[in-house]
C-alpha cells in the first residue's frame, strides 16, 4: 500500500491509465479482427472502404504508445498489400 500522498496519487493515476490502455488496446484488436474477417471472407469492397478507418485506428493506438509505430506502419502495410493483391485477381 502506498504510504505518501504523492505515492497514493500515483497509484490511482496508473489505475486509470492501465484502464484508458486497455480501451486503446481493445480497440486495436477489435479493427485488426474486423479486417481480418473481410479479408477472409472475400469482401474487398468492405475492406477498401473500412481501410482510412483501418489506419487511423491503428495510428491513433501507435501514437499514444500502446503499440509500437512501426508494429501499427507494418500491419497497415501488410494488409493493404493484401487488398490489392486480392483486387487485382478480378
Same mark, same amino acid.
Given at each position: 500500500? #502506498? %504510504?505518501?500522498? &504523492? ?6 493515476? !496508473?489505475? @486509470?491509465?492501465? !484502464? ?9 484488436? &477489435? *479493427? $485488426?479482427? +474486423?479486417?481480418? *474477417?473481410? @479479408?477472409?471472407?472475400? /469482401? @474487398?469492397?468492405? *475492406? /477498401?472502404?473500412?481501410? #482510412? +478507418? ?5 495510428? +491513433? ?8 509505430? /512501426? !508494429?501499427?506502419?507494418? /500491419? $497497415?502495410?501488410? $494488409? !493493404?498489400? &493484401?487488398? %490489392? ?6
Amino acid at each position: 500500500m #502506498p %504510504n505518501t500522498k &504523492s505515492a497514493i496519487r500515483r497509484a490511482k493515476k !496508473t489505475k @486509470l491509465q492501465a !484502464t484508458v490502455n486497455k480501451i486503446r488496446k481493445n480497440k486495436y484488436k &477489435s *479493427a $485488426i479482427k +474486423k479486417m481480418a *474477417a473481410y @479479408l477472409n471472407s472475400g /469482401k @474487398l469492397k468492405e *475492406a /477498401k472502404s473500412f481501410l #482510412p +478507418k483501418f489506419n487511423s485506428q491503428l495510428m +491513433k493506438v501507435a501514437k499514444t504508445g500502446v503499440i509500437k509505430k /512501426k !508494429t501499427a506502419s507494418r /500491419k $497497415i502495410s501488410r $494488409i !493493404t498489400k &493484401s487488398i %490489392n493483391k486480392g483486387s487485382s485477381k478480378k
